[in-house]
């Protein structure tokens, strides 16, 4: 199982390669491109996330667009049928009468009935037809850009996220591509179809009559201006409550992330008080936004009565004293065309906040994926790992963390570990020991010199490939939503169920699980919160012997462990640790007695004694102090 297991992750890397073209080119996607329109322009458009992504789901795009073009066209010819209609109609009764009143179209009144229903069904089938495409198409970019989004934080290295909120990031994770998603169905279809319906009705209005059309025209384009002034400041105000409601949210998580804390303290009332206190700024922030949007929908329901008086008011001055039969002809398709002319307003109205909303969003987006990562995985290009682990060597090794580049973690460090044998790491807190760890897997690389792997230098190797030879024990346990099943397995998925299971016995943990009303499908919660700190501990020992890797870092392996059970699993590990490459960090010393080197560091010197357990509790020095204080 172990080789075969092995066989099939790297015939999986192998496999996840991208394939070059027969001219070696590789044809640029739609990520790249915006990718490429970041760096150039330092920004990400709205516009710009439609378009990449729509161009990539051509038949989807282009058939809302399609429908909407051909949607305005039917909305804007609805009121010269009406007034064609109303004229053929009064012609064929007149005619019947031995009178002449009316126009002759040439059909008779019910036919461009007929055709005026007509373009009504044809209009419910296209709005139809618009919404269900262009829903699916804004959902379709959501999961794109919310894949892009994901993407970027997988690749990113571990540096990026020090100094970030996990809230902070979940809402622009979430909740900004969900803004983008519900205004792109929206703002896709009304962008187009808005300033058509406009444009075509108001030429439609001049077959109908020219002096009302042009009372009509005036009155709706000057509505159309007042409403883009007054939301012309929304943008800034949208992106102030994005900020804000950003910060809010990354301290909400952060304190629910904290609920052990919370508990223990007994600062619930506090922390209620204090979230109450945090949502003021949002509730100010907002009212401006409400002033605004309060103004336009007063603006709106109070057009839509005052533009159809004025153009009753002018029908009856023009027409009303003269011509009462041209008054009735004209004054119902009017109206009607009127009422199809202020639709656009209400959409205009809806546009501008809709845009400033998700273009604050795609602000905030851009804010995640716009750097390139510090560190490359050389998914692509690097050298695919896929021999044993024989040598590691740190040749000349200096570190500084990048969070903090001023002050050296690592002063040149030189060591070389050999296959089949056990190396541990001691000293005080802050001296570097688990930075070693963090090397090793490559989580930063070296700010000067390298670490070779069989005298290769682990930044050109393929990543993934390095890593499947290697086990990871940390002190804080990293366990996941799901299943138990899906906790020992990851990282190793092709393995049994039985596999898992033994394990599990070999980690000490098979009986507490088998003591779960579910057992081994028992969902543990987020972040493992209802097991104990050794639970947890045991379940990520479990799946290392599960992974069988050919080095082994543990980093205070077994450090939530009682002294018995450590024993336990201590003898497991140091059956698991033979022929093996293992580094261990180590702050209990009785758990490195059978190493074969131990290095101790000391914080901005780097390794001061080397030596086996023996050797150095015999000689006066740092681990022999530590070793009598905690002996003492």
């Known amino acids: ?47 710009k996330i439609v378009m990449v992504y729509g161009f990539k789901h051509k038949a989807l795009f282009f058939t809302v667009i399609s429908v909407v073009i051909f949607s305005a066209l039917l909305v804007s010819i609805n009121s ?11 012609y064929d009764f007149a005619i019947k009468n031995g009178q002449i009143a009316g126009k002759n ?35 379709t970019i959501e999961v794109e850009l919310r894949k892009l989004t994901i993407n970027r934080l997988l690749e990113y290295d571990i540096s990026y996220y020090s100094d970030k909120k996990t809230g902070k990031l979940m809402t622009k994770l979430v909740g900004d591509t969900n803004i983008i998603g519900n205004e792109i169905s929206g703002l896709v279809s009304w962008i187009i179809q808005a300033p058509l319906v406009i444009i075509f009705g108001t030429t439609v209005l001049f077959f109908v009559d020219v002096y009302l ?21 929304y943008q800034k105000k949208v992106s102030i409550v994005r900020d804000v409601i950003s910060d809010i949210n990354g301290d909400v998580v952060d304190r629910i992330n904290a609920i052990k804390l919370v508990k223990s303290s007994a600062t619930r009332i506090y922390e209620e008080n204090r979230i109450k206190k945090l949502h003021n700024p949002y509730i100010k922030v907002f009212r401006p936004i409400s002033k605004i949007d309060g103004t336009l929908l007063a603006i709106l329901i109070a057009s839509d009565v005052l533009i159809n008086l004025l153009v009753i008011s002018s029908a009856a ?13 004209v004054i119902i398709p009017i109206t009607t065309a009127m009422t199809g002319l202020t639709r656009p307003l209400w959409q205009i109205a809806a546009i501008v906040p809709g845009l400033s909303r998700a273009s604050a969003s795609s602000i905030k987006i851009y804010e995640v994926i716009f750097k390139d990562p510090i560190l490359s995985d050389n998914e692509e290009n690097g050298l695919l790992f896929d021999q044993n682990i024989n040598t590691i060597e740190f040749r000349d090794v200096k570190f500084n963390y990048p969070e903090k580049p001023e002050i050296n973690i690592v002063p040149n460090l030189k060591l070389n570990f050999e296959k089949g044998k056990s190396y541990a790491f001691v000293g005080e807190t802050g001296s570097g020991k688990s930075t070693i760890s963090k090397l090793l897997l490559r989580f930063y690389d070296p700010t000067e010199g390298c670490i070779l792997i069989n005298d290769v230098n682990l930044k050109d190797l393929n990543l993934r490939s390095y890593l499947s030879r290697v086990g990871y024990v940390e002190q804080e346990p990293q366990i996941i939503y799901g299943s138990v099943y899906d906790n020992v397995r990851y990282g190793f998925f092709n393995a049994s169920d039985e596999e898992v299971h033994e394990a599990c016995r070999k980690a000490q943990v098979h009986n507490i699980i088998m003591s779960w009303p579910e057992n081994y499908n028992t ?10 700190g050794g639970q947890k501990q045991r379940l990520v020992i479990a799946r290392m012997i599960l992974r069988n890797p050919e080095l082994l870092v543990l980093d205070e392996a077994t450090s939530a462990l009682d002294n018995i059970v450590e024993r336990e699993i201590q003898s497991q590990l140091d059956e698991l640790m033979k022929d093996k490459t293992t580094v261990i960090i180590a702050h209990r010393l009785t758990t490195i007695k059978n190493v074969d080197k131990i290095f101790v560091l000391e914080s901005g010197k780097g390794v001061i004694q080397e030596g086996n357990y023996k050797q150095l509790i015999n000689k006066p020095g740092r681990f022999k102090d530590l070793h009598d204080a905690a002996n003492s």
Request: aromatic content about 14%; glycine content about 4%; some cysteine.
């Open 213 to 233: 059309a042009l009372i009509s025209s005036i009155s709706v384009y000057l509505l159309g201006f007042i409403i883009i002034m007054i939301t012309i400041s």
């Open 1 to 47: 199982m172990d080789v075969n297991g092995k066989l099939d992750n790297l015939n999986y890397i192998e496999s996840s390669r991208i394939s070059p073209t027969k001219n070696n080119k590789k044809k640029i996607t739609a990520d790249e491109k915006l990718y490429n329109f970041m760096k150039k322009k330092h920004t990400l458009k709205f516009f």
């Open 523 to 532: 969902i543990l919660g987020e972040r493992g919160l209802l097991l104990s």
């Open 80 to 90: 010269l049928l009406i007034n064609i209609t109303l004229n053929q109609a009064q």
């Open 105 to 139: 179209y040439n059909l008779y009144w019910y036919y461009w009935l007929s055709i005026t229903i007509a373009d009504l069904v044809l209009l419910y089938i296209c709005t139809f037809i618009r919404n269900f495409c262009s829903i699916i198409l804004a959902v």
């Open 317 to 329: 001055l023009l027409y009303g004293n003269e011509d009462i039969n041209k008054f009735i002809t």
